[in-house]
């Protein structure tokens, strides 16, 4: 154990022991850090009010606002409840999630086809990925972690259950080769794809947007299912909610696609706006003739 990773584990060792307590008590002490970070935080409390506010001009500046906040509490909450993902028994992991639409997903495992799960970056996402992994492994992306030790641990954390990681920057055909093995893809498309992507409206703005989607399910031939997890009141567990599988998709046109995988985020965001992480910056890259005039979005 060298030297380097002694302060690793002993934060290691902190979050191992907060995964014994309560998840009401998790939720308690992680909503009054998450006000914390609300006040204190400027920068992304101004990001994330900046979303919300596009996002939902029909709501008053006094509601984005109690959005907002809410959506700083559920932060810490998600963090605090971290280490009861990882470490709590299945039993107990299990027992604090209700999955609704388990037809549209049994019945798409059943039909032989591969599946993508789209999974927006809902606060608590990695409650949907755990908990659907322990029926059929999921397969899912990620990055390397500087910190070896981390890295190593999250790895083994996020594949408890079963399941394949496919490093972000991996070729192409490692990931489709993944996919077509049969174990379901949970994927994440829904952030700033930066100059890679093309533009296409989330909600109400034009939104750099990776534009793979599609073109993962008609290489793969995928059916892909919108899944949402919300973070149920006061540390009372967690919803997964799995959507039909989409109709007539992929269209095979790479801008409908994307347009319409945007929106289907939208829908999935639209009952609990407090629950998708507006504090990223989904709206950085901003179109060329915008770009070309120095318009920033975020100030």
């Known amino acids: 154990m060298a030297p380097k990773y002694w302060p690793t584990w002993l934060g290691l060792l902190?979050?191992?022991?907060?995964?014994?307590?309560p998840l009401p008590i998790l939720a308690v002490l992680g909503q009054t850090i998450g006000l914390l970070f609300y006040a204190l935080g400027a920068s992304r409390r101004r990001i994330a009010f900046k979303n919300i506010r596009v996002s939902f001009p029909e709501k008053s500046v006094c509601e984005c606002r109690q959005i907002n906040r809410r959506h700083f509490m559920l932060i810490g909450q998600s963090v605090f409840a971290t280490p009861m993902h990882w470490w709590a028994s299945k039993?107990?992991?299990n027992k604090l999630i209700t999955v609704y639409g388990?037809?549209?997903?049994?019945?798409a495992l059943a039909s032989g086809n591969n599946i993508i799960i789209l999974a927006p970056h809902f606060i608590s996402l990695d409650v949907a990925g755990?908990?659907?992994a322990q029926e059929r492994p999921m397969l899912t992306m990620y990055q390397y972690a500087k910190n070896g030790l981390i890295d190593e641990v999250v790895k083994r954390r996020r594949l408890r259950f079963g399941g394949e990681l496919v490093e972000r920057k991996a070729p192409l055909r490692q990931l489709i080769r993944a996919i077509r093995k049969g174990n379901p893809f949970y994927y994440l498309p829904d952030q700033d794809a930066g100059r890679k992507g093309i533009f296409v409206p989330f909600f109400h703005?034009?939104?750099s947007t990776y534009p793979m989607l599609g073109k993962f399910a008609e290489m793969?031939?995928?059916?892909?299912?919108?899944c949402r997890t919300r973070i149920k009141p006061w540390g009372m567990g967690y919803e997964v909610t799995l959507g039909k599988p989409l109709e007539?998709?992929?269209s095979g046109d790479e801008v409908s696609?994307?347009?319409r995988m945007n929106n289907e985020v939208a829908e999935l965001i639209r009952p609990h706006p407090e629950q998708y992480f507006w504090v990223h910056k989904r709206f950085k890259t901003r179109p060329p003739e915008e770009a070309a005039k120095g318009i920033k979005f975020y100030q």
């Open 257 to 259: 696609d994307t347009a």
């Open 14 to 21: 902190v979050l191992r022991g907060f995964s014994v307590l």
């Open 205 to 207: 703005t034009q939104a």
């Open 91 to 93: 039993r107990r992991f």
């Open 130 to 132: 755990l908990r659907l």
């Open 220 to 226: 793969t031939n995928a059916l892909v299912i919108p």
């Open 248 to 250: 007539n998709f992929p």
């Open 102 to 107: 388990r037809a549209h997903y049994d019945a």
